[in-house]
């Protein structure tokens, strides 16, 4: 699977295999982050799988990921919620079109994305992969803001900046 780079100002410029984007000098490329509500106003989050080769083991949002060239962004959160979560979801809406973040893990690997924030709905059971995700809990969103004030050091990077965006997580 071939992930999108991107220039300076956002404009695809070409493709690279996803084993390969991930580095010391990662380029700016193309990604998503989504996080998933249900009925009950709760937010999933996840704890990523400790076989990530970024931040594993790590609480985050519900799920992340990249589309392929050519793949409309909406197909891709619903793939990657069937690969990830083993989940449907509905009613997808952007939450932080514009987030673009960098950071770096302790291994040295750097993330480097225009990464714009969804919502969107559970549609039915999940059933989460267990090499992407090796936890995952319902919470209130206001709980989620206090714990990712209280410690931030205990989640994903781009989870801590995004709800600092985001009005669900205050």
């Known amino acids: 699977m071939d992930v999108i780079l991107l220039?300076?100002?956002?404009?695809?410029?070409?493709?690279?295999?996803?084993?390969?984007?991930?580095?010391?000098?990662?380029?700016?490329?193309?990604?998503?982050?989504?996080?998933?509500?249900?009925?009950?106003?709760?937010?999933?989050?996840?704890?990523?799988?400790?076989?990530?080769?970024?931040?594993?083991?790590?609480?985050?949002?519900?799920?992340?990921?990249?589309?392929?060239?050519?793949?409309?962004?909406?197909?891709?959160?619903?793939?990657?919620?069937?690969?990830?979560?083993?989940?449907?979801?509905?009613?997808?809406?952007?939450l932080v079109p514009t987030f673009r973040y960098r950071a770096v893990d302790a291994s040295g690997i750097v993330e480097n994305e225009i990464c714009p924030v969804y919502s969107a709905r559970i549609h039915g059971e999940l059933a989460a992969n267990p090499e992407e995700v090796m936890d995952y809990q319902w919470v209130d969103p206001a709980r989620l803001g206090d714990a990712l004030s209280a410690t931030p050091w205990a989640f994903s990077p781009w989870l801590v900046e995004q709800s600092a965006q985001m009005e669900l997580y205050r």
Request: hydrophobic share 35%; aromatic share 6%.
């Open 7 to 94: 220039s300076e100002s956002g404009e695809p410029i070409g493709t690279c295999p996803k084993e390969l984007v991930h580095t010391e000098d990662t380029a700016l490329h193309q990604a998503f982050s989504c996080h998933v509500f249900n009925d009950q106003g709760q937010v999933l989050v996840t704890r990523r799988a400790l076989g990530k080769r970024t931040w594993p083991g790590v609480w985050t949002n519900s799920f992340c990921g990249h589309p392929q060239p050519g793949e409309r962004m909406e197909s891709a959160i619903i793939r990657h919620a069937r690969h990830e979560l083993g989940m449907a979801i509905e009613m997808i809406e952007p």
